[in-house]
């Protein structure tokens, strides 16, 4: 049986929800949510490993429109914030709109209809699939094999990816990993049947997810080796409970809340002066995070260890009170000399030296420059999103690609940060594209498609500021892709996103009505 629908929303992550919200709000009721999970959240459902939670604080880490004075801490912790999704989800009633175990398998437009078609198939048995077959997330399915799971096909008249930049899990070349005899896991695919008590430990990578479950793993490991490529630059965390008194206050005056926000909002959006206006201005945060150092390690080896060898802020800046303490422990050993490959259950490193270890827990990230894996969206004339990317992933305004028509992504290409919330992002693109669909609505368009010249002035703009950014100033991160572009973040103040996306830009689009071809802003005439 084949369903349709007006839009299509993939995911129940803040973008998910965030853009269901509005369009039920502006009175569009024929749409769908098709999350592949068994439960609502996105990220905040998906990663769920021990110390788990927000760096950003949690009054600005939601909703303007739906402020949380229950927050228990200044920044929250994962089960609060999946909590809060699932609040939002039924008080402004989207659970009839969600369907839950329902993989995307791919999405391709057709000329013909002026549609998308979309595949979908019960995520469970595609997983139990994948299992057998010893796949990864974003490994291309060979769609011949008939033992695959049953697909089912959706027509969509708009379709919104709300899958967000981090949800495709990395994993690094090692060889012989897939041989490893012990127990292992990415951070995202926690194993919480797992009892470290009494193991050696492995950990790859030092990330934002390894900061915050190490010290989790080294309260209980007889030994953990921390296998580390770049140290990070780490932050103290201004964490603390908010209290009852406080809590009822912001209950009680809601403006009290909101006043709160608002000064983490414009405390945060100061941090841009370094990173792009002035990098030299971030030599106040570098010598922070080296008092950070010294005052919580000990050993003089280690402290050499984990101090970066780049600028503060070209790799995304972390906060922890606890990292450094877990390091600085003698059943805790930070290696930096690479791994060369795993034989059995020991991890041989670049000179040759064997540790035995029982599980190993990789830290590794997402693929950022990936967000969506290949095979999935396809174009005009059948072309696969990741080909229309080949020398980075770039979009109009972070929302709209050329030759992908009625197709709207929220926190795509370069609108990540690494200053504030991205919830305050999310609501931009959202303004944007429900501005879209009510031109569509109202002028009779049935497709909108943003123009090539259009992306391609944008996209110039864009990397012109990122030239003289704090992160491009030459270490590796997951920002720049191989060929040295940033094709992650905004170069600017938040508040100059929301000013570009406030209205939606019919001149830098083609919109087609019934037999009608419209370029520019006018409304297409139909009968």
Partial sequence: MTQTAQIAIIGTGFSGLGMAIKLKEAGFNDFVILEQSD???????ENHYPGCACDVQSALYSFSFEQNPNWTRMFAPQPEIKAYLRHCAEKYGLLEHIQLNTHVAG????????????????????????QTNNLKPGDVLDRSDKTLPRFRKLHAQVLVSGMGGLSTPAYPDIKGMD????????????????????????VIGTGASAIQFVPEIAKDAAHLDLYQRTPPWIMPKPDREIRPLERMMFRKVPQTLNAFRQSIYWTLEARVLGFVGNPRILKIGELQARRHIR????????????????????KRVLISNNY??????????????GIREVKGNTIV?????????????????????????RGMIFGRGGQDLLDAWREGAEAYKGTTVAGFPNFFMLMGPNTGLGHSSM?????????????????MQHRGWKTVEVREDAVSQYNASIHAKLGDSVWQTGCKSWYVNENGKNTTLWPGFTW??????????AEQYVCEAAGVMEQGGEPALVG
């Avoid at 439960?39 to 459902?45: A, E, L, R, S, V």
């Avoid at 209809?113 to 994948?130: F, H, N, Q, R, V």
């Avoid at 005052?295 to 070209?314: A, Y």
């Fill in 39 to 45: 439960d609502i959240g996105g990220t905040w459902h």
């Fill in 107 to 130: 999405a391709r437009w057709n000329d013909k209809t002026g549609a998308w078609t979309i595949e979908t198939c019960d995520s469970p048995k595609l997983w139990a699939y994948m």
């Fill in 324 to 337: 450094y303490p877990a390091l600085d422990q003698d059943h805790v050993d930070v290696l930096t000399d």
């Fill in 295 to 314: 005052s919580q390690i000990k050993d003089k080896e280690l402290r050499k260890k984990v101090t970066p060898d780049f600028h503060f802020g070209c």
């Fill in 349 to 373: 490193d670049s000179k040759g030296t064997e540790r035995q270890v029982d599980c190993i827990v990789y830290g590794t990230g997402f693929k950022a420059q990936e967000p969506i894996p």
């Fill in 423 to 439: 919830v305050y992002m999310i609501e931009s693109q959202v303004q944007y594209v429900l501005d879209a669909l009510k031109k």
């Fill in 179 to 202: 041989t490893f005899t012990g127990t292992s896991f990415h951070s995202q695919n926690w194993d919480h049947d797992y009892d470290f008590r009494g193991k050696r430990v492995a």
């Fill in 496 to 505: 100059q996103f929301r000013q570009q996306t406030k209205r939606f830009d």
